[in-house]
């Protein structure tokens, strides 16, 4: 596609439940990284895929969440047990290099998840 | 660790009005700079970006220069609009060994009124 999409644009849960969010980076782009946009916390970075493999997951808050990422595209954040402090807009990113200055991270519109 | 301080918002302006917006980091190394723009109701947008000191970034009307001895990039524009009324936001990035994630400010919201 002609830029990052995420999905769903919106979600709303009730605690306890697990949740699925989806982005699909710019085609030929090889890394891809999740962000976490919240009041309290302001943009936090999480994961981030260079092809399949994550490198760097320092920024994950627990063991609830997970990523993965297959076919060096579409990727996949996963939140088990949501809890509310997990409300937050959920923003991916990709970009077509890791090193270098061509490393320009492009921002999809963002999952917002409300968890009740 | 790496971090990003910038000026607190709300920033109201008359249309324009001169504006900057403060940016300051502390990274090892030598960091990528960037300021980012979410316009009200849309994701993240690169304004511009600056790769090594003294460069200067430049976008719509926007400027920033890479200032390493004061470790700034203030963002500053000569006169804006009404549509600059937006949440800016200054980024790090420290390089491979550092992941290559972004580290963000804390943004600032700029209001521009008619």
């Known amino acids: 596609g002609a830029g990052v999409s995420q999905s769903p644009s919106n979600k709303v849960t009730e605690k306890g439940k697990d949740v699925e969010l989806r982005c699909d980076p710019i085609s030929g782009h090889t890394a891809l990284y999740w962000y976490r946009q919240s009041l309290g916390q302001g943009l936090e970075f999480l994961i981030y895929f260079q092809g399949n493999s994550a490198p760097d997951k320092s920024g994950l808050p627990s063991d609830r969440f997970s990523a993965e990422r297959t076919g060096g595209s579409v990727s996949t954040l996963t939140i088990q047990r949501t809890q509310q402090e997990d409300s937050a807009v959920y923003l991916c990113a990709s970009s077509l290099e890791t090193t270098g200055f061509m490393n320009i991270q492009y921002f999809g519109a963002g999952t917002r998840l409300s968890v009740l | 660790g790496n971090s990003v301080t910038q000026m607190e918002g709300p920033v109201t302006l008359s249309e324009e009005a001169f504006l900057t917006i403060n940016c300051t980091y502390t990274?090892?190394?030598?960091?990528?700079l960037f300021w980012y723009v979410q316009y009200p109701g849309e994701g993240l947008q690169l304004l511009l970006k600056?790769?090594?000191?003294?460069d200067k970034g430049s976008n719509k009307g926007f400027e920033a220069t890479y200032r390493k001895e004061t470790t700034s990039f203030h963002l500053e524009k000569g006169s804006v609009q009404v549509s600059d009324s937006a949440v800016y936001f200054c980024?790090?990035?420290?390089?491979?060994?550092?992941?290559?994630?972004?580290?963000f400010g804390g943004g600032t919201r700029v209001l521009v009124k008619p």
């Open positions: 980024a790090l990035r420290a390089g491979k060994a550092a992941g290559n994630k972004l580290t």
């Open positions: 990274a090892t190394g030598y960091p990528s």
């Open positions: 600056a790769t090594k000191a003294d």
